[in-house]
């Protein structure tokens, strides 16, 4: 997730490109830049760093300037480096991107077979490239981009200046949020509302397929999807926005938190989609060649905290598909153990920061027994990333909210794709298997959308759970990870004691704790454990215990519990990526009732950068 700017009007252009990225450095901030053009040339300033970094390489006396696009960056493709700092210069043309190109290695080869030399790492540069190569074909501008955007798979929001049309700018959106703001002959576009709300409250929430061309005769747009290019009526998609800048910043949301629990559907559809159509071409990414596959007799995947549960559903979903050993372990607890790290171990560690300090001292200790390490992070250029031999990047953007919420589904979605891609090397699958768990997989973004549904209902049942004190979470099989998480969710928020429990484990011990109103969450899809959870929700209600289920067949255990949370059906693989989301709902509205500060909950951090 990165933030975009652009402006055309007064000459003002520098001062409001460098304010709004400032109010955009929510979604990204690992480097910077602008683009400006002022009569002549397109003058570029850009930097690794922050704002306040592009700032100080802008010559003060710069004069006035009417016309420019900026970009604050969050890497996904490219280390954080000024090279690969938008915007992107070519021949003339220059672009800034937010989202992901999919298909940007194969229109990579494609024009460094025309010769064209790349200045970066990024996908996104090949948008500029392919402009440019159309421009010189003879396309005047607009046909340019149209014709480049034929070529582009992926999510993008662009905003495109070329030097030639002075008085034009350009801005495209398909899957990545793009908003027009309108004031006294002067326009602005922008990734989110923040970054332009001290200027003007008139607001066109561009749609996806919106081809959108700024002039100083005012804004026009198009829509240029289905081959068509139709014109759009702009006075009425104009809306005036009365948000405050902290609300617009989380997009309206009260909390950064559950913004970042809406955002799963794209962060998981972007984590899958860069892979899903050809699972080994990850691992040829990850440089895991079919020698070392034959090799590799076990993994052991390590990570703390939620991402720690990530790799407890992560085992489940491996070892189903490919039938390699996997163990999990807490890091804090492989660093110390003197683990035995044999040949053709392959470690994976799961870090959404990339910098947890014992996270990077396990994958270190692996490393130097000789073990092939694998990291599934978030963050482009972090420590982890860099000192792994390979790296499976989740695409969850920035998480704001201590609370790690998308990051866990993205970690999923990142497993599950790991899981397949090792179960074909493996010749584990099936032609069919493949493609049943690929159709599977591609459906679960659409499977978190509808379960997001139930958030009303989950925030009802929330206001009689405010003050207990006590919670278990259980589940079986893939579900009991999920508990886990649950139960985290829970405590690391509103600060009530929960604890995740394997369901068949109650009888050994944590039936003990249910008495007359305590509640119990049951993680209770229909699958090959069902009926025995069945049997252990009698359990509780025999003892008086409160049962809110979360299932995906609500009619086989109304009459048995106190709440249920209905989820969609999903692949019993894939269902956690599903069934995590009430639960972090479940979570968020209690600790809202208890007036908890969601986002920075106490004594924790985003980061546990030391032991
Ligand atoms: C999760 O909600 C917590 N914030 C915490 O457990 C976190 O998952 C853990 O500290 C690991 O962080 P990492 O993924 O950045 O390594």
Redesign the pocket.
């Known amino acids: 997730m990165c933030g975009i700017v652009g402006y055309m009007g007064k000459e003002r252009a520098v001062d409001v490109l460098i304010e709004g990225l400032k109010r955009l450095e929510y979604r990204g901030y690992d480097s910077a830049g602008i683009a400006i053009q002022n009569g002549s040339g397109i003058e570029l300033y850009k930097t690794k760093g922050k704002i306040r970094d592009l700032e100080t390489i802008i010559p003060a006396g710069i004069g006035s300037v009417s016309k420019g696009i900026g970009h604050t960056r969050w890497a996904t493709h490219g280390a954080p480096s000024t090279r690969n700092a938008h915007p992107h210069y070519i021949d003339g043309v220059a672009v800034v991107h937010n989202g992901i190109i999919e298909n940007y290695r194969e229109i990579r080869s494609f024009l460094e077979k025309e010769g064209v030399r790349f200045l970066s790492d990024t996908d996104t540069e090949v948008v500029p490239h392919l402009i440019s190569y159309y421009l010189k074909q003879g396309y005047e501008d607009k046909q340019a981009i149209l014709r480049t955007l034929t070529h582009l798979r992926g999510s993008y929001a662009l905003g495109i200046m070329i030097e030639s049309s002075q008085d034009r700018l350009y801005a495209v959106r398909n899957g990545s949020p793009l908003v027009v703001g309108l004031s006294e002959e002067e326009y602005f576009f922008a990734s989110d509302i923040p970054a332009l709300l001290p200027y003007t409250r008139r607001f066109i929430f561009l749609e996806d397929c919106h081809f959108c061309s700024i002039g100083s005769g005012g804004v026009e747009i198009e829509y240029i999807g289905d081959g068509l290019c139709k014109k759009v009526d702009v006075e009425g998609l104009i809306k005036e926005i009365d948000w405050s800048p902290s609300m617009a910043e989380k997009g309206g949301y009260e909390h950064f938190m559950l913004k970042e629990i809406y955002e799963q559907p794209r962060a998981v559809r972007d984590t899958i989609n860069e892979w899903i159509d050809d699972p080994l071409k990850l691992l040829e990414e990850l440089g895991i060649t079919t020698k070392q596959m034959l090799e590799f007799n076990r993994l052991h995947i390590v990570?703390?905290?939620?991402?720690y549960h990530a790799a407890l559903v992560g085992r489940y979903i491996i070892e189903k598909l490919s039938r390699i050993p996997v163990d999990v372990d807490i890091a804090s607890e492989y660093r110390y153990r003197e683990p035995i790290i044999e040949r053709g171990t392959l470690f994976i560690s799961?870090?959404?920061?990339?910098?947890?300090a014992d996270?990077l001292a396990a994958q270190r200790e692996a490393k130097a027994h000789g073990a092939r390490t694998l990291t599934i992070c978030n963050v482009v250029g972090s420590t982890a990333s860099r000192e792994a031999d390979s790296v499976l990047y989740t695409r969850a953007g920035p998480e704001i909210g201590?609370?790690?919420t998308k990051?866990f589904t993205a970690q999923l979605a990142a497993l599950a794709l790991l899981g397949v891609a090792l179960g074909i090397k493996k010749k584990r699958l099936t032609n069919g298997e493949v493609s049943t768990l690929k159709l599977q997989l591609k459906k679960v973004p659409e499977l978190i959308e509808r379960a997001l549904k139930a958030d009303e209902t989950i925030k009802e049942i929330s206001r009689s759970l405010t003050y207990a004190r006590d919670f278990l979470y259980l589940g079986r099989g893939i579900n009991f990870p999920i508990a886990l998480e649950g139960a985290?969710?829970l405590k690391?928020i509103s600060y009530i004691h929960a604890e995740g429990y394997p369901a068949g484990e109650m009888k050994h011990g944590p039936i003990a704790l249910v008495e007359e109103g305590v509640p119990s969450v049951f993680v209770a899809p229909v699958d090959e454990l069902f009926s025995k959870t069945l049997s252990n929700m009698e359990e509780v209600k025999a003892r008086g215990g409160r049962i809110i289920a979360v299932t995906d067949e609500p009619q086989y255990v109304e009459d048995k519990v106190d709440d249920v949370i209905a989820v969609p059906s999903a692949h019993p693989l894939f269902a956690p990526i599903v069934h995590v989301v009430p639960l972090q709902l479940l979570a968020y509205h209690i600790a809202v009732m208890r007036g908890c500060n969601v986002d920075q909950p106490r004594n924790?951090a985003?980061?546990?950068t030391v032991e």
């Open positions: 990570a703390c905290g939620t991402s799961i870090t959404q920061s990339g910098e947890t996270t201590v609370a790690s990051a985290l969710k690391e924790l985003k980061s546990v």
